[in-house]
T-cell receptor, first 112, second 112 residues
Framework: EAAVTQSPRNKVAVTGGKVTLSCNQT?????MYWYRQDTGHGLRLIHY???????EKGDIPDGYKASRPSQENFSLILELATPSQTSVYFC???????????FGSGTRLLVI | QQKVQQSPESLIVPEGAMTSLNCTFS??????FAWYRQHSGKAPKALMS????GEKEEGRFTIHLNKASLHFSLHIRDSQPSDSALYLC????????????FGAGTRLKVIA
């Protein structure tokens, strides 16, 4: 079954440390997205990619980098984590032929 | 930048009732409109979507879209306790390479 898998499920990081969130999809979708979800804000787009080797800035990219080394993998990198980046992060995949996103189960990140 | 707003923020309805959820958007050039449902602690899942003015029905769920009013809605007939969830509306400026802006969500509780 096609799926989007995120790792880790939970992460505690220290302020100033580097954090990498990983996402793998078996849907063979061209497009992948990183969102964060905070109460009162819904899902906000951080970075997205339309294919291997490409990344684009979303609506709230500051403090985040992204990497798409292959069709299947899309990473979100926090070089210098801050407490304001404490959130639940969702990865999603999608394709031009289908308007539906498939979301991963999320990564809960706590920065202390 | 696209703004997507949902109302109400939360809603409690009795089992069997009709539930109506609203979404407004700011970009009149928006092309695609969707609803996602997120049960507590789970990933959002695509529920329904629409791209042309009018109405679309799937089972107990109906979407209404009025582009001129910058408004679309989701109606749930015969609401069930299993419908209790966070409902997120989403708007994409593009079709094909969909890039959704999400609202903050409406939290629905259906009481048996």
């Amino acid at each position: 079954e096609a799926a989007v898998t995120q790792s880790p499920r939970n992460k505690v990081a220290v302020t100033g440390g580097k954090v990498t969130l990983s996402c793998n999809q078996t849907n063979n979708h061209n497009n992948m997205y990183w969102y964060r979800q905070d109460t009162g804000h819904g899902l906000r787009l951080i970075h997205y990619s339309y294919g291997a080797g490409s990344t684009e800035k979303g609506d709230i990219p500051d403090g985040y980098k992204a990497s798409r080394p292959s069709q299947e993998n899309f990473s979100l990198i926090l070089e210098l984590a801050t407490p304001s980046q404490t959130s639940v992060y969702f990865c999603a995949s999608g394709d031009t032929s289908n308007s539906d996103y498939t979301f991963g189960s999320g990564t809960r990140l706590l920065v202390i | 930048q696209q703004k997507v707003q949902q109302s109400p923020e939360s809603l409690i309805v009795p089992e069997g009732a009709m539930t109506s959820l609203n979404c407004t958007f700011s970009d009149s050039a928006s092309q695609y409109f969707a609803w996602y449902r997120q049960h507590s602690g789970k990933a959002p899942k695509a529920l329904m979507s629409i791209f042309s003015n009018g109405e679309k029905e799937e089972g107990r769920f109906t979407i209404h879209l009025n582009k001129a009013s910058l408004h679309f809605s989701l109606h749930i007939r015969d609401s069930q306790p299993s419908d209790s969830a966070l409902y997120l509306c989403a708007v994409s400026h593009n079709t094909g390479n969909y890039k959704y802006v999400f609202g903050a969500g409406t939290r629905l509780k259906v009481i048996a």
